[in-house]
């Protein structure tokens, strides 16, 4: 009897894992967090090509960052089964801004006329 009982609350508070690259819509949004309008991202950019890590996921999806991508991932979201490293993004800023786009080499500087 106890191992019944065992067996049936078990699961309760783990999360299934839900990979990035092979869930439907419907599935990425039993991911707390993930409403309608970052599957529907998720899913524009897996048709381009599929994740290759947590760090394309960051960089590709507007509205995942670091800080969504570690919650979706303490929800049982995966990229290629694996959960996300604050670390795998590492140095990744240096290159690219936010979201992956170039970072502005000019700054800020106006032109002046002599």
Known sequence: MF???LATTAPIGAHAAVDVNKADQATLETVKGIGPGVSTRILDE????PFKDWGDLVDRVKGVGEGNAARFSKEGLTVNGSTFTPSENAGKADKKGKYGKAADKGGDKKE???
Do not use: G, L
């Not at 897996?46 to 090509?49: F, I, L, M, S, V």
């Open 46 to 49: 897996r048709k381009k090509a």
């Open 112 to 114: 002046t006329k002599s």
């Open 3 to 5: 191992a019944v009982v």
